[in-house]
């Protein structure tokens, strides 16, 4: 018998090129026309997303991710925000 575990933290701290699964999005923690911006760009729960890179010189910020085919940057403050779900 095989179990399968998950763990579940904030995008931000996703480890380069891991993969995730949207599990929950904070929409409260940021105003109406970021959330807007972000559902636009294709991030809502169920998701999955790879973080690509991460702002250079120590800023971490912005982080790019890849959504399906495409690649969007998003604040670290956003970043935040979005629990992800990591298979193992």
């Known amino acids: 018998m095989t179990t399968s575990t998950s763990t579940r933290i904030t995008l931000d701290r996703l480890s380069m090129r891991q993969s995730a699964e949207i599990s ?10 970021e959330g807007r911006r972000l559902r636009a760009l294709g ?14 010189f120590g800023f971490n910020d912005p982080i790019a991710l890849k959504v399906g085919r495409m690649m969007i940057a998003v604040r670290k403050s956003h970043a935040m925000a979005i629990s992800v779900t990591i298979s193992a």
């Open 24 to 33: 929950a999005i904070d929409w409260h923690s940021m105003s109406e026309t």
């Open 43 to 56: 991030l809502d729960e169920g998701v999955a997303v790879e973080k690509l890179h991460k702002g250079m």
